[in-house]
């Protein structure tokens, strides 16, 4: 099963609003509602931040939010912060016991 | 406090085999299906296999099955994966991971064990 398409790069300025976007098929991301986001700062490991596509776990800020319209789900980071850099990857069940990731944004802050 | 603590990586040859572990603490280990991630140098997160919390269901990633072996210990709270036949392809960071893959997430993940397959 191909991974998730995601842009390789985002980028914004403190206190905007920016998204990213994952795009699959009718297979996985179109078919479930089990997309969920995930932060990694460089050298560590990821973090949930979005889950069945737009529940956010306890300690997650409400700045981050997450959507999905047929095949494509996004993550938008509203009011940006400098510790909002780091590497973007959403994910998706795919039906058959088999969960794909996308190839990860990464997150700039201008 | 939910602790994931990856072990066993380190450096194999080309068709050797590795076993990684992974304890858990601060959850009731049972109750929790667990998954193992990777990644490789500079890649993104590539899904490789789940058990169930007693260890009845097991899935791979089409990229390692037949080679990897999932297992889990619920008396030592601890996670197993034995990987056979490496290559170099196999070389990434090895992350633990909790949560269902029917679900579509994983809730924490360890600090990863990191693989290098290398002659």
């Known amino acids: 099963q191909s991974a998730l398409t995601q842009p390789p790069s985002a980028s914004g300025s403190p206190g905007q609003s920016v998204t990213i976007s994952c795009t699959g098929t009718s297979s996985d991301v179109g078919g479930y509602n089990y997309v969920s986001w995930y932060q990694q700062h460089p050298g560590k490991a990821p973090k949930l931040m979005i889950y069945?596509?737009?529940k956010r776990p306890s300690g997650v800020p409400d700045r981050f939010s997450g959507s999905k319209s047929g095949n494509t789900a996004s993550l938008t980071v509203s009011g940006l912060q400098a510790e909002d850099e780091a590497d973007y990857y959403c994910?998706?069940?795919?039906?058959?016991?088999?969960?794909?990731f996308g190839g990860g944004t990464y997150l700039t802050v201008l | 406090e939910v602790q994931l603590l990856e072990s066993g990586g380190g450096l194999v040859q080309p068709g050797g085999s590795l076993r990684l572990s992974c304890a858990a603490s601060g959850f009731t280990f049972r109750d929790y299906a667990l998954s193992w991630v990777r990644q490789a140098p500079g890649k993104g997160l590539e899904w490789v296999s789940a058990i169930g919390g007693n260890g009845d269901t097991i899935y791979y990633a089409h990229s390692v099955r037949g080679r990897f072996t999932i297992s889990r210990d619920n008396s030592r709270n601890t996670l197993y994966l034995q990987m056979n036949s490496l290559s170099a392809e196999d070389t990434a960071m090895y992350y633990c991971a909790r949560g269902w893959v029917s679900r579509g997430y994983f809730d924490f993940w360890g600090q990863g064990t990191l693989v290098t397959v290398s002659s």
């Open positions: 994910s998706s069940y795919g039906g058959s016991n088999n969960l794909v």
């Open positions: 069945e596509v737009t």
